[in-house]
């Protein structure tokens, strides 16, 4: 049987972690998995889970790859038998917490270079091939944050966006190549993603005024209250890569949750916008304190 050559970005941990390990120890023994790190000493994770799962011989191979330095992407690439590739997971991504006006240029610039211009390195890195073939799988690791604006997350969510608006315009060009991309929208997952978070030199508030803060603390309550309630564990969000890379005729994009999916719906409803800012604005700041203090935690909307 021949196995299908998979490589996925961000692998020291989180979702591109237990994918690897997933995809290496899969069952059919169908998949041969690249998986990526930036930093190659942070590979321990993965020797123990290829130890703990028996993950037999062969079938998974380390590499570094810097999505965001080109001679990183094309040594990779020259290693996986001349960019050869049946499924590409763009994976690699990070965060960044706070008001826009807290944020440094840099911190900006290197969200956006790993998250957008490291998707798209490695697209240009792999898709010739692909196109060539006529063959091939590209997974996307999207979010909510790329559906719908989050506040205190603009920078990320334009990162998130930018995804959006790069896939659906490949995938409209792909068909004819039969190669297919898609999105695999998470909600808040259980990684360490949340303490990797760019903070400025001032912490994630900077030099931001009253109100700001004031808005800052509601917001992190929000989000605690969020996670207790729909953090979903990487071992499950990776399940949905794994339908999306079986489907026979992938769709553009596919929800580890539903649970956004109606403040998803609100928004596209409303070209206008501003039925889903009120309604984001609610759902995140207009909790009155005191309930806030005695809330039980369930039946809220939105993340
Ligand atoms: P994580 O921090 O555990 O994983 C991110 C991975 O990206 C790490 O392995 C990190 O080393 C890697 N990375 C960062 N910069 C890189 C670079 N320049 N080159 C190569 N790799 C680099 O967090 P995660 O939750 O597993 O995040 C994976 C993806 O999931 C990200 O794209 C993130 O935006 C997305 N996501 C996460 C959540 C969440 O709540 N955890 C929600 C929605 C989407």
Known sequence: MERKVVLITGCSSGIGLHLALRLASDPSGSFKVYATLRDLESQGPLWEGVRARGCPPGSLEILQLDVTDSSSVAAARDHVTEGHMDILVCNAGHGLLGPLEAHSIEAVGSVLDVNVMGTIRMLQAFLPDMKRRRAGRVLVTGSVGGLMGLPFNAVYCASKFALEGLCESLAILLQPFGVHISLIECGPVRTAFQEKLERGPGGVLGSADLETRALFSRYQRHCER???????????????????????????????????????????????????????????????????????YGGTEGP
Do not use: K, N
């Open 226 to 296: 969020l996670f207790w309630e729909a953090a979903q564990d990487p071992e499950d969000v990776v399940e949905v890569f794994v339908q999306a890379l079986r489907a026979p005729c992938p769709v553009l994009r596919y929800f580890s949750t539903e649970r956004f999916l109606p403040l998803a719906r609100l928004r596209i409803s409303d070209p206008g916008g501003s039925q889903y800012v009120d309604a984001m604005y609610r759902t995140v700041f207009s909790e009155p304190e005191e309930e806030e203090a005695s809330r039980e």
